[in-house]
């Protein structure tokens, strides 16, 4: 077998080639892209012999993904995506002076791949379409987290000169376009007194606000409330920065929107899709976010166990000496976590068993988020039989051994 360390960077690559027994064969810096691909070939090729199989060569590189990574899958080597946080503490067995090179690094990962790649996961065989929802599914969220920064920005902006505008526009909520617009048009608070009741109705109609004149009424009362003045060079500063967050807020609005419906529209086509709507508290954009975290290689989780510790759900033990403790995940994946508290918040209200799973761990007096990320983990054990049998969420099975709850003592 061989054993390549690929130490990578936005333009070249590091590698190190290595035998069975350590015994380093090659080094290389490679460009990135075609050319560096073929260079890599042609490095194994040099050393690898005849009887060699693409499936015994081993990859340690740090990412899981990008042209170079599905090259290296597509040439049929067998890749582990090696997570940083694991490189790093692998490297100080070698010295703990912190000390750094990308040939060093390229070298821990050809041991790490060759002595500990028992310890490792290799990278999903996900189809193209689980792919295709991956990306758009993390941009879409990606977006979202991005305009929930921006809006933080605009309220702490306000906050500092113009609080009154909180007040204003809390019954449109200030991330909406309509309320953005508005802020745009009058970015200072004596601007914002002068604007007549019909410009404000106006923007409301025109994003198809219900009782708008009843909204644009209390709206402009708000904006008419006395407010602590600032001096007026500071104001007409303050209101230039506001107004650059709020169009960068309806850029936003505006991408999020339509990123949403390619989420939808890949998720659908997607032949797992079904069985995911049909599990509680999961819709379109839930739905496409789990599944893009989980993807759809049917060999990665072999048990229900494999899929819950990866999605972080279930709890790890920490025992030495006379302590023992369990306590929850935090080293996990956000952004799958997130997707899967929201499924099990949602579920109390669509599934009674659910519901009922609930009520037993907060009778069990734990508290509100350790009965939800409880909760949360038997869903994913129930997703799990679900897609290993092909079969759509039922609730009768789902929750057979959980019909009644305990008894009060």
């Given at each position: 077998m061989l054993f390549i360390g690929d130490d990578w960077a936005e333009d070249h690559h590091d590698v190190e080639v290595q035998d069975a027994t350590g015994r380093k064969l090659a080094t290389a810096r490679l460009p990135e892209g075609v050319e560096g691909i073929a260079k890599l070939h042609a490095l194994v090729a040099r050393h690898a012999g005849d009887a060699l199989e693409p499936g015994q060569v081993v990859v340690g590189i740090e990412t899981d993904r990008g042209p170079w990574v599905q090259a290296l899958i597509a040439a049929g080597y067998l890749v582990y995506a090696v997570n940083p946080?694991?490189?790093?503490?692998?490297?100080?067995?070698?010295?703990?002076?912190?000390?750094?090179?990308?040939?060093g690094d390229a070298h821990a990962l050809a041991d790490m791949v060759r002595i500990d790649r028992d310890q490792l996961r290799p990278i999903a065989g996900d189809s193209d379409q689980a792919q295709a929802v991956r990306v758009v599914a993390r941009a879409h969220q990606t977006l979202i987290w991005e305009r929930t920064r921006t809006f933080q920005r605009l309220r702490s902006t306000l906050r500092e000169y113009f609080p009154g505008a909180l007040t204003a526009y809390a019954g449109l909520e200030l991330t909406s376009t309509d309320a953005l617009e508005l802020l745009i048009k009058a970015p200072t608070p004596e601007e914002a007194a002068r604007l007549a009741k019909p410009q404000i109705t106006a923007v409301l109609a025109r994003h198809r606000r219900r009782d708008r004149d009843q909204k644009a009424g209390t709206i402009q009362t708000a904006l008419r409330e006395p407010q602590l003045a600032l001096p007026a060079p500071v104001t007409a500063a303050y209101g230039a920065a506001a107004a650059a967050h709020a169009r960068v807020?309806?850029?936003?609005?505006?991408?999020?929107?339509?990123?949403?419906?390619?989420?939808?529209?890949?998720?659908?086509?997607?032949?797992?899709a079904e069985i995911y709507l049909s599990m509680p508290g999961i819709g379109e954009i839930t739905g496409a976010r789990v599944l893009a975290e989980f993807g759809d290689d049917p060999t990665r989780y072999t048990t229900a166990k494999a899929r819950k510790n990866y999605a972080g759900t279930s709890p790890i033990t920490r025992a030495s000496g006379k302590v023992h403790s369990v306590q929850a995940r935090f080293v996990r994946n956000n952004r799958l976590a997130d997707a899967l508290q929201r499924q099990a918040f949602c579920s109390l209200q669509r599934s009674p068993g659910a519901r009922r799973y609930y009520d037993k761990q907060r009778a069990r007096d734990l508290d509100y988020n350790p009965a939800l990320r409880q909760l949360g983990n038997r869903l994913v054990g129930i997703l799990h039989g679900c897609l290993k049998t092909r079969t759509p969420y039922d609730e009768a099975t789902a929750w057979s051994h959980h019909a009644t709850l305990p008894t009060a003592a």
């Open positions: 946080r694991q490189a790093a503490r692998f490297k100080e067995r070698y010295a703990t002076s912190g000390a750094k090179s990308d040939k807020l309806i850029a936003l609005n505006e991408q999020i929107a339509v990123l949403e419906e390619q989420v939808s529209a890949h998720f659908l086509a997607h032949p797992d």
